[in-house]
């Protein structure tokens, strides 16, 4: 049997989610003199990279760039490690991202540590959420919420090339 994939999103709809995702943040952080953008590794630091610009650009506010590099397969086997030193995190909005949320396992172990840190708060945004919750974390910010059946996989591209959200 081939597996079969779907294009979800285009890149010029990746540009929109990404854009309305930035706004949705500095709406709901008017009031911050600076914020902490911490991608996932892989594709969510690669959003966080393109969020982190976009939201210094349309605002003027400067946003640290923090990459979290965790196991996602097995995030539980591996101390998850975090670019920025403690106090870079402490009494700042953190925006924790990546690109799929699926079950919730890869962002929970990923705040574990920034936690530690004592931000001011952590939100959470994605491209795609799967609502195939295991652990209790919601993103506040999404750029697609999308049903998908437990086999489906939602795989996300960025390359020089090519953009686009796949499903198979």
Known sequence: MQNKQSLILNE???KKKIYRIAYEILENNDEEKELVVAGVNGNGY???EKLAKLISK???VPCTLAEIVVDKENPQMDKVKISLSAKEFK???VILVDDVA???RTLLYSMKPILEF????IQIAVLVDRK?????V???YVGLSLSTMLHEHVRVTFTREKEGVYLS
Request: no cysteine; net charge positive; aromatic share 4%.
């Open 12 to 14: 010029d709809d990746i």
């Open 46 to 48: 690669m959003l966080a």
């Open 58 to 60: 349309i605002s003027g």
């Open 91 to 93: 009494n700042k909005p």
């Open 102 to 104: 699926n079950t919730g």
């Open 118 to 121: 004592s931000p001011k708060k």
């Open 132 to 136: 195939h919750k295991l652990f209790p």
């Open 138 to 140: 919601s993103a506040d």
